[in-house]
């Protein structure tokens, strides 16, 4: 099965601040990467598909890069709504498999 | 607009059985894969199963394989998923999502306690 190594589990971060979430495949798995963003009680949310593609309606704040077994999640300028919890996830090969989770909460 | 709403979830003793649904409106069911996705308390996102969307192909975790079966009706727009031998690790809100995550239900909880 293909792993999925998401840092940093947590940070602290303040409105304004540029965040970077990195998620490393222990195989490569092309660009069939994922990021969710999930909010206390909410569903998660698709932010990027296919490593950089945005989702329709996702702010262009976000952003997410990388090929093979190294993969970014991007937010340029962190905004009050974005705190929440990030997830990436591998759609490469069965099982998929979730990276741990990475929560943004404020300074 | 896509809807994916799952039910069936509810609190059943270990070694029981659990039928969940997830009835899908919005776009054409029967052209995508489709899966199911837990979250235990507290805990992060782990992938369940999926469901191809016409060729009959089904995908399973190490943790359900053999106890939990997916399976889908497309003239009913709807996914299902039969969960047998169910353990207290089973405990989690179950998500149906379509695609690869691009939709999401509102997820139904399963509690397997004694």
């Known amino acids: 099965d293909i792993q999925m190594t998401q840092s940093p589990s947590a940070m602290s971060a303040s409105v304004g601040d540029r965040v970077t979430i990195t998620c490393r495949a222990s195989?490569?798995?092309?660009?069939?990467l994922a990021w969710f963003q999930q909010k206390p009680g909410k569903v998660p949310k698709r932010l990027i598909h296919a490593s950089s593609s945005l989702q329709s309606g996702v702010p262009s704040r976000f952003s997410g890069s990388g090929s093979g077994t190294e993969f970014t999640l991007t937010i340029s300028s962190l905004q009050p709504e974005d705190f929440a919890t990030y997830f990436c996830?591998?759609?490469?090969?069965?099982?998929?498999?979730f990276g741990q989770g990475t929560k943004v909460d404020i300074k | 607009e896509v809807q994916l709403v799952e039910s069936g979830g509810g609190l059943v003793k270990p070694g029981g059985s659990l039928r969940l649904s997830c009835a899908a409106s919005g776009f054409t069911f029967s052209s995508y894969s489709m899966n199911w996705v837990r979250q235990a308390p507290g805990k992060g996102l782990e992938w369940v199963s999926s469901s191809s969307g016409s060729s009959g192909y089904t995908y399973y975790a190490d943790s359900v394989k053999g106890r939990f079966t997916i399976s889908r009706d497309n003239a009913k727009n709807s996914l299902y998923l039969q969960m047998n031998s169910l353990r207290a690790e089973d405990t989690a809100v179950y998500y149906c999502?379509?695609?690869?995550?691009?939709?999401w239900g509102q997820g139904t909880l399963v509690t397997v306690s004694s």
């Open positions: 195989q490569g798995i092309s660009n069939y």
């Open positions: 996830l591998q759609l490469n090969t069965y099982p998929w498999t």
């Open positions: 999502a379509s695609r690869g995550g691009e939709d």
